[in-house]
């Protein structure tokens, strides 16, 4: 009973098949014989012919709409007839619908339900309407804030709990997202800053020749790599490489009710699943930084040996005259802090994940992002408290 | 176009193999038009596989597969996609898209594959949620904010969005209480009656094959053991067969 063509038969011309809506005038009222292929794949043509016909409304006293000649019919075919049906019909005269065969009878029946689709709700452009999204902009980033500090405040209380219960603490896990978020970051991260050693060595070679000053791009180098740049740039490879993942993990198994299940069976996820995470990360982002610093100091003595012509002897005496430990202490301090800041962030933002995929890659984002902007805030902060006790 | 004998789905010495196990062994299958096909089996049989082998996910080491008469690994991307407009399928966990609303799921395939209105695509959307019995206020909610009976009768008019003539349905009744399960047999049943469908139907419930199904294949072993009404299903003497027809559950859902 349907009899579909093959694809490929959608040419402009009239081929047999195509569906058509003649107008046969009887006496008073109209005939509309609806034949050939009333079927999706012919809609936009049949959308066309239907609207053409539905401006035929009140101009004879009777209309009715014959179908005994259509070939095949599907719901995109039985509402468009429906549907010039009800365009037709007025208060003083109801249009039929004749020749309707038993296979289809059903089908119209039930296109015959459908009421009018409900609205979109459409955002209007107002000033009001601005003001309010300026609003809920404001109380958003008060939101984030509580919500960082919730979040602090919870593993502080969790790890008081397994500071008082040393037999609840997850070892295993903890172990597990070390050797994730420590073991597996080191070469890329050893490369990177290395490199960027290479590069400020080279750059400083490059400025401080022209005063006959080379020896102390080392002064610059040492200061900038063990003070600053070592741990920032870590700490932002760190956002991004395991900030996200804790985010997608963490998002993924609350979309799934993992997280909902783990709580219903007497677990605190933030013991289980939030603190091994988080003292991972405290504990990775230190030795990476040690590690980043030791790399760009390397680079930068091999490439003040290779291009700047200093011989590493040199080098290393003058980075002995140049840096003191508090340099380094500085450094090393700032490590643990910004690793909570980026763990906290990257949790907050995963346990916010709503039920679709594209909220998990929204959190992700705004965890990388936020987990940046709060390292750059930290080093900042940072960089008042050293200056003002003088260190 | 060779649609002879009104075999719908062609499968022939169909075999699949996963690393060293072979899940389909030299399989053969025919759907008949406008029938509703109740496939069934052991966990873990291969239903699942088959189904996804026939619709191109799951790759095939040999054999052949036919569906409206083409043969799927001959034909060219146009007529591949030519074949795949005129199927739907309901995943087994509904597989709607997680950011768009209900009305954006079901006018998705429809606003890729024909050219019309915004008014006509609601007008079809609306219809299809009332034929799957669902009321047009849920247009506009998105599949997280659903229940698991929702999300099946979603995916049920995505997979009917283009007015398909093959629809395949992987265990649609899992997950539903028995009278939404009820409900949902009795809704396909309607929808075969009235758009003439042909159903492919992967399922583990015996009141599906009971009240929907014109014809059931029993997979086993990589091959098809049986196929056939239920009568002859509970003829047979193969003791799966025994088991899961005259079985306790079997004999409850007869009383």
Redesign the interface.
């Known amino acids: 009973?349907?009899q579909?063509r093959?694809?490929?038969l959608r040419g402009r011309q009239k081929v047999s098949g195509d569906p058509t809506l003649e107008r046969i005038a009887q006496g008073e009222g109209l005939a509309l014989c609806a034949a050939g292929n009333w079927?999706?794949r012919f809609?936009?043509a049949l959308?066309r012919i239907v609207s053409e016909a539905e401006k035929l409304r009140g101009s004879r006293p009777h209309i009715f709409i014959d179908v005994s000649q259509v070939a095949s019919l599907?719901?995109?075919g039985a509402?468009?007839i429906e549907?010039l049906r009800r365009s037709l019909s007025d208060a003083s005269a109801e249009a039929e619908i004749a020749g309707l065969s038993a296979?289809y009878s059903?089908?119209v029946d039930?296109?015959r339900?459908?009421?009018?689709?409900?609205r979109?709700?459409s955002d209007r452009l107002s000033i009001a309407g601005m003001l309010e999204q300026i609003g809920r902009t404001v109380a958003g980033i008060g939101g984030t804030i509580i919500g960082l500090v919730d979040m602090l405040g919870a593993v502080l209380a969790a790890a008081g709990k397994v500071l008082i219960h040393p037999r609840s603490f997850r070892l295993t896990s903890t172990v597990h997202h070390l050797e994730q978020v420590c073991w597996r970051a080191v070469p890329i991260v050893v490369l990177i800053t290395f490199l960027i050693g290479c590069i400020i060595s080279q750059q400083g070679i490059f400025h401080f020749r022209r005063f006959g000053a080379d020896i102390f791009v080392v002064d610059m180098l040492g200061v900038l790599v063990l003070r600053e740049i070592g741990v920032l740039l870590v700490a932002i490879m760190v956002a991004g490489r395991s900030g996200s993942a804790y985010t997608a993990e963490l998002g993924s198994m609350k979309m799934r009710e993992e997280i909902d299940a783990l709580r219903t069976m007497g677990f605190d996820p933030i013991e289980v699943l939030i603190l091994p995470r988080m003292l991972a990360l405290v504990l990775a982002l230190p030795i990476l930084a040690f590690l980043g610093a030791m790399a760009a100091l390397y680079g930068g003595g091999l490439v003040a040996w290779l291009y700047g012509g200093v011989d590493p002897e040199a080098f290393l005496l003058r980075l002995r005259d140049a840096i003191s430990i508090d340099h380094f202490i500085v450094g090393m301090v700032k490590a643990p802090v910004m690793a909570a800041v980026i763990g906290i962030v990257a949790c907050v933002e995963g346990l916010a994940v709503?039920?679709?995929?594209?909220?998990l890659g929204q959190h992700t984002t705004a965890s990388v992002v936020k987990g940046i902007f709060f390292v750059i805030v930290m080093d900042g902060v940072f960089a008042i408290f050293f200056a003002s006790i003088g260190m | 176009?060779a649609e002879q004998d009104d075999a719908i789905i062609r499968v022939r010495d169909v075999t699949v193999q996963f690393g060293s196990t072979r899940v389909l062994d030299g399989l053969d299958l025919d759907v008949k038009r406008g029938e509703i096909l109740g496939f069934v089996g052991p966990s873990g049989a291969g239903k699942s596989v088959l189904t996804r082998t026939i619709i191109g996910l799951v790759p095939k080491l040999s054999g052949r597969i036919e569906v409206f008469g083409v043969d799927l690994d001959a034909a060219s991307s146009?007529?591949r996609?030519?074949v795949e407009?005129?199927w739907g399928i309901l995943f087994q966990q509904g597989a709607l898209f997680?950011?768009l609303t209900v009305?954006q799921n079901i006018q998705f395939p429809?606003r890729e594959y024909?050219?019309?209105?915004q008014r006509?695509l609601?007008?079809?959307?609306?219809?299809?949620l009332?034929?799957v019995g669902l009321k047009?206020?849920v247009?506009?909610r998105?599949?997280?904010?659903l229940s698991g009976g929702m999300i099946k009768r979603v995916a049920l008019a995505r997979a009917?969005a283009?007015?398909p003539?093959l629809v395949f349905l992987d265990e649609p009744t899992s997950g539903l209480d028995p009278i939404g399960a009820g409900e949902f047999d009795e809704l396909v049943r309607?929808l075969q009656?009235?758009?003439?469908l042909t159903v492919f139907m992967v399922t583990h419930d015996l009141d599906s094959l009971y009240t929907a199904c014109d014809r059931i294949a029993v997979l086993g072993n990589g091959k098809i053991i049986a196929a056939g009404s239920i009568a002859d299903m509970k003829a047979s003497q193969h003791p799966w067969l025994q088991q899961y027809f005259n079985g306790k559950r079997a004999r409850a859902v007869v009383a």
């Open positions: 009973m349907h579909r093959p694809a490929g079927t999706a809609a936009p959308e599907d719901t995109f509402w468009l549907r296979n059903s089908l039930e296109v339900r459908v009421g009018p689709a409900p979109v709700a709503q039920g679709s995929a594209e909220s | 176009m146009s007529q996609r030519a407009r005129r997680s950011s009305r429809a024909l050219r019309v209105s006509l609601d007008e079809i959307m609306v219809a299809k009332v034929m047009p206020e247009a506009d998105y599949p997280s904010e009917l283009l007015d003539e309607t009656r009235t758009l003439g």
